[in-house]
């Protein structure tokens, strides 16, 4: 027995936590040397007064609802030390019976968890104040923590699970990042549209992680979510901006269009003009060569009127594109089967550098060919004017950095600064005299434009010209979202 005692006292004298021994009147009995470091000398004192210094007891004092009901208590106190500081402990109280089965004593034994008390309040401050929206959710999809900034943004009445309080909703969202983590056990980032408290739209991006207890089970789910509604806003903005932007560059286009057919009716109606006076004089002189003379004039300038009035329909009538999901390659193959035999008849060679593998994309194909044609055509018309013995036009489609680019690029006649200056701003025609009206690169133009793209030319002199079409994916007009792949109409200015 008195080995028995002996092995008790080391072995409570050991544990690096305070245990004390009290009577029905709360006197300490028995203790051990780490409850003497922590509360004093002991013996024959109260142990209200040992822990805060009472003369009363607790109001909620474990020992005597033990001492009550005979059942064990596990609760957390705070006590406070010298200087204002305080301590916290987390407590049990055990009941010990004596043979007639009745509780003289009960243990109380108390563990120091000051040091892990504060480093919760140190990451429930962080939680708390994170710039952020922070839940755990369990596989119920309830929310276990929130920190303060979703609970004041999202918080609803009676609301448990995340669904409710993120997006009002009575079941769990079909594209839910929880549930993502869940059956995969990876992190999961995506951007969702909520509605807070107040029914405001709220944008949000967020990643949800995995809270592995056990190294294998995901009990639970960490969400961070980002406020990004403001960024939705500006990206909104910046599209009606460049939508806003687009229309400035067609109605540009259409005033420079319409500038350039005015300048050639003008052309023609001099023409008219000129053969009416010189008709008008033979037929007062009675001067039968000036007669020939202008009625020649007249004719000549009546056939200029029906092949423009025949180009101005067709450049009216282009006034919608049709607007599809279409292979950008094959467009290219087409237009330049197209001039084939005409190219060679000419003697000219033409080559393909296409690359099949630029992705499908929302065009209007008649119109892409017709671009692709009017510069093919006027290639064709520059090497016929050149003396070169070889004379080749390379056609080239590919992607680059998010865009369609088809270029037509010859080795003609060329042309000199002063012609590239006028080529896109007026009724102008690059072909040789009488064989043009200068509307198939204002067509170009436009059908360009109106797609989103642009238009741009580079020439040397004697070398060759490179007519360059590029149609950034981000500006393409779109397919009815409804019927992918089927032609839209798109309208465009005439």
Partial sequence: MKKAAWVRDALLSQLPLSVAVMDRTLTVVDANE????????????????????????????????TFQDGRARTRQQEIAGPEGSSRHYLVQVTPLKNSRGKISYVVETSWDITDRVRLEKKYRLLFDHVPCYVTVIDRDFRVLEANHLFRETFSRKGARHCYELYKGLDKACPKCPALEVFRTR????????????????????????????????????IEMAQDISLVVELQERLKQVEKEKLDAERQAAVGQTVAGLAHGVKNILTGLEGGMYVLNSGLQRADSELVASGWKMLQNNIAKISTAVKEYLNFASGGRIRVETARPAQIAREALESFADEARQQGVLLKADVNDSVAEAPLDPAGVRTCLGHLLSNALDACGQSEKKRKTIR????????????????????????????????????????????????????????????????????????????????????????????????????
Avoid at 36 to 52: D, F
Avoid at 203 to 213: E, K
Avoid at 452 to 468: D, L, Q
């Fill in 34 to 65: 780490a409850f003497r470091q922590t509360y004093g000398e002991w013996q024959g004192k109260k142990c209200y007064w040992l822990r805060e210094h009472r003369q009363t007891r607790c109001p909620h004092c474990a020992a005597v609802k």
């Fill in 186 to 221: 990876r992190t999961s980032t995506s951007v969702q549209v909520g509605v807070n408290r107040e029914g405001k739209k709220t944008h949000y991006m967020v990643t949800a992680a995995p809270l592995i207890s056990d190294g294998r089970t995901v009990e639970s789910v």
């Fill in 395 to 494: 056609l080239s489609c590919r992607e680059e950095a998010g865009s369609i680019v088809y270029e037509v690029e010859d080795n003609g006649i060329g042309m000199d600064r002063d012609t590239r200056r006028k080529v896109f701003r007026s009724f102008f025609s690059t072909k040789a005299s009488g064989q043009g009206k200068g509307l198939g690169l204002l067509i170009t133009r436009r059908i360009v434009q109106e797609h989103g793209g642009r238009v741009s030319c580079e020439s040397t002199p004697g070398k060759g010209s490179r007519f360059r079409i590029e149609f950034p994916r981000s500006r393409l007009p779109q397919p009815d979202a409804g019927s992918p792949g089927q032609p839209q109409a798109q309208e465009r200015n005439p």
